[in-house]
């Protein structure tokens, strides 16, 4: 059972996610257009809320595209080389992106902590402005889990004689 919850979450937890803000932005969008121009009101909460929730959207959605390697990449290079040689360029990106995501989270977990010790709050909800901060740190913690997942498939990969895993393809 708690395996099935672990590989339910695992394939779905950042779409589930996506789908959520993805909603809320659409949702309080066409609310915040109908209430401007039919009724000359707006809210201050409808804009900042959509703002926020594309922010943490931008996130998740790194975290989707290294979990799927859908990030947009300039792949040629990959056409003159081994499978085994791929597979070596995909694990070094790959920690290179993880060197990049622990840095960037200990610098954006400052302004985090920051943001609570000086009690800021937003403009609009009157709410913590840490709630909206933590997305990049919350959004770097589900990427490096995504990359660190990539890389042990990429190993497993090698080992096992099999092509890694290059993602889908837009255009072919």
Not at 86 to 115: M, Q
Not at 140 to 155: E, G, S, Y
């Amino acid at each position: 059972m708690l395996f099935r919850l672990i590989k339910l979450l695992d394939d779905n937890f950042e779409r589930w996610l996506l789908f959520a803000f993805y909603s809320h932005v659409v949702a309080i969008v066409f609310i915040e257009v109908i209430r401007r121009f039919v009724f000359s009101y707006s809210s201050i909460w409808g804009e900042e809320t959509a703002r926020y929730a594309f922010i943490y959207l931008v996130w998740i959605g790194a975290s989707a595209a290294i979990k799927d390697r859908s990030h947009i990449r300039i792949d040629i290079i990959f056409k003159f080389l081994s499978e085994k040689n791929k597979a070596r360029l995909y694990i070094f990106t790959e920690l290179t992106t993880l060197i990049f995501a622990c840095v960037a989270l200990y610098y954006s977990s400052i302004g985090v902590w920051e943001t609570i010790k000086f009690d800021t709050l937003t403009s609009g909800l009157r709410v913590s402005q840490a709630w909206f901060t933590f997305a990049v740190p919350f959004g770097l913690t589900c990427l490096m889990v995504r990359v660190v997942q990539r890389i042990f498939l990429d190993i497993s990969d090698i080992r096992n004689g099999r092509p890694v895993f290059t993602g889908q393809k837009m255009f072919s």
